[in-house]
């Protein structure tokens, strides 16, 4: 053994536990008989119907896992290696800020100012209703909303979007105590975005207008998403292409809870163009508090009131009352402040100035006046001697002094407003014209004027007025056209109807030597640092004779020296002009009317007033006399 360490030993084990493991060295070499009879076989523990069940079911199962896979991964595969993708990237809109709009001088109008959002991303919100009642709870509770208000907003969010939005403008504390909560709470998205403030004090907010919620439209058209705002009215929705701005987007990589882990790609937003008035912002702030008073002294809301650059149409001032706070449209739109407005029978979202149809009363007669002149049907020396008015058959037509007015020509005619001139120029009668102009000559001198279509200003929500006809009379009514309708259209009343603006450019006409423009605000824009200077247009030109104009500018400036707007006398510099009273109802105190231009021989501005059932008492005078007296004492 020593010598072959590999040779196996033979003998006895010195192991005493194994000892005797080999006393039986041939045990198993031969099959005991007598044991068999002992032995048991080995039985079943599963009957062969339970095991052709279980075979079933599992078959099945097997099936049903197979089918399923096939349906996840070749059916749907790509949608949902999408929605993965969706959870592993989430696009964040970085806003853009909208243009700013400045008056002529470079005063701002319109601010941009940053605000905390809160949106809530539908898809992370808690499953378990505990949960997610909690954090409703815990949000309400910070924003001081009543309880269910969170889960009422987002259901009236648009649910195609990624996150909705809930709250606007936040307060700092509040927004601080969100951002801590949303660390918690992965569907909080507390963002900081600007939003749109208007100046109260300047009452522009017919003028600028305001913006609303895109609707579906507005998304197709790509440049929107689901929480943008986009102009509804105004200069916002005029000019909204420039001054929209194009927003930045930022990809970030989240995790499963949408939880932030890095940047993967940013692109910077674009700010929007600029806009340049030709608003005078003191003018338009002095327009708009003189109307305030006036509307608090005599207790008449309603009014309308236009300032215009005779040479080029630009628009200095303009103001409509009742107005409203554009602001209120800047956040989730509050429901009984937006009812209060709607429902206020004093329609304060009217923009009086162009979308207010009214007779126009005594300012027509410079229409009729200056057809009349045109036409050849009178010269500067035709006179009528107003004794109170005209009786054709059994109707009156009077004079607004009772007693008449004397013998008038057309200077007087304009300066006193004589009405009983104006039924003979217009119709005729028996005692100084067997004719007159006729209903049609005046409705085409109308037109001439700009009346009867819209001025094309850039704003929205302007009418075009109404100039009747004999036709449309007879459709309309079933009646022929008769003596007395010409007479009442012959001094503005009866069925025509203008605007305000629309009194502004036919004043203008007279005012700039026999050309007015087309009435516009902006003056220039700025885009990607391309300025655009807006071109003035020319509205009316060339409608009367250098002679018959000058006729009616003297009538004009004899109004404020000997007729019926002396009190514009106070004025440092020249004025002329032409009041006007409209009845529009038997029951109701008629509209009150000035329109004027200044200085008389070297005009710069339009002044055009209107006062809804001011009557007779010369409240429009009123106003532009103010304004006047303010404007050129500068």
């Known amino acids: 053994m020593k010598d072959n360490p590999f040779k196996i030993q033979e003998g006895s084990v010195r192991d005493s536990s194994i000892n005797n493991f080999l006393n039986d060295r041939n045990s198993g ?193 790509r440049r929107y998403g689901f929480n943008d705002r986009i102009g509804k009215t105004g200069l916002e929705y005029m000019y909204e292409t420039t001054l929209k701005g194009r927003d930045g987007i930022r990809e970030i990589e989240v995790d499963a809870l949408f939880r932030e882990k890095s940047i993967l790609s940013m692109s910077d937003p674009e700010d929007g163009g600029e806009l340049v008035l030709t608003i005078d912002s003191k003018a338009q702030e002095k327009l708009h508090q003189i109307m305030l008073d006036n509307a608090a002294r005599y207790d008449l809301p309603k009014m309308a009131a236009v300032v215009l650059d005779v040479e080029d149409g630009g628009v200095l001032a303009m103001g409509s009352l009742p107005t409203f706070d554009s602001n209120i449209f800047t956040t989730i739109l509050n429901k009984e402040d937006y009812n209060k407005i709607i429902n206020d029978e004093n329609k304060p979202l009217l923009n009086r100035v162009i979308g207010g149809a009214y007779p126009m009363g005594s300012i027509f007669k410079t229409i009729v006046a200056s057809a009349a002149l045109e036409e050849g049907v009178i010269d500067r020396n035709f006179t009528v001697r107003s004794t109170g008015g005209i009786e054709v058959g059994n109707s009156f037509f009077p004079d607004w002094r009772l007693s008449g007015h004397g013998l008038t020509d057309i200077y007087w005619a304009l300066a006193d407003s004589v009405n009983t001139f104006f039924y003979s120029i217009g119709g005729g009668n028996n005692q100084w014209l067997s004719l007159g102009l006729g209903a049609d000559k005046i409705v085409a001198y109308a037109q001439k004027f700009g009346l009867g279509t819209v001025t094309n200003i850039d704003l929205t929500g302007e009418v075009d007025g109404f100039l009747p006809s004999k036709d449309w009379k007879q459709e309309t009514f079933g009646e022929r056209w008769y003596l007395g309708d010409t007479y009442n259209l012959s001094i503005g009343q009866g069925y025509m109807l203008s605007t305000p603006l629309q009194a502004g450019v036919l004043m203008s006409y007279f005012a700039n030597d026999g050309t007015a423009y087309q009435p516009h605000f902006v003056k220039e824009t700025t885009e990607n640092q391309n300025i655009t200077v807006i071109e003035p247009q020319i509205a009316l030109t060339n409608i009367i004779s250098s002679d018959n104009l000058n006729t009616i500018r003297r009538g004009l400036r004899m109004a404020v020296t000997d007729g019926t707007a002396q009190s514009l006398q106070s004025v440092p510099v020249k004025v002329a002009g032409k009041t006007g009273t409209a009845q529009f109802n038997r029951n109701k105190t008629p509209h009150s009317w000035f329109a004027a231009f200044a200085p008389y021989d070297d005009a710069k501005i339009v002044v055009v007033a209107l006062v809804e059932e001011g009557g007779d008492r010369g409240l429009a005078v009123t106003i532009v006399r103010e304004f006047m007296e303010w404007y050129f004492s500068k």
């Open 29 to 221: 070499d031969y099959l005991n008989v007598d044991d068999v009879g002992k032995s048991q076989q080995l039985g079943r523990f599963f009957s062969n119907e339970r095991i052709r069940i279980l075979f079933l079911l599992f078959s099945v199962l097997l099936f049903v896992l197979f089918t399923r896979a096939v349906y996840l991964q070749m059916i749907r595969g790509s949608y949902y290696r999408d929605v993965a993708e969706g959870n592993r990237i989430r696009s964040d809109v970085i806003k853009a800020n909208r243009g700013l709009i400045y008056d002529r001088f470079g005063n701002l109008m319109v601010k941009n100012i940053s605000y905390f959002f809160l949106y809530i991303v539908p898809a992370a919100i808690p499953e378990d209703e505990l949960a997610k009642q909690k954090m409703f709870n815990e949000v309400s509770k910070i924003l001081e909303l009543e309880e269910g208000e969170i889960e009422i907003r987002i259901e009236e969010g648009n649910v195609e979007a990624d996150k909705v939005l809930v709250y606007e403008n936040v307060s700092y504390e509040a927004a601080i105590r969100l951002m801590i909560l949303s660390e918690e709470q992965p569907s909080l998205n507390v963002r900081h975005e600007p939003r749109r403030q208007y100046l109260e004090n300047l009452g522009m907010s017919h003028m600028i207008g305001f913006l609303g919620a895109v609707t579906d439209e507005d998304i197709k058209d």
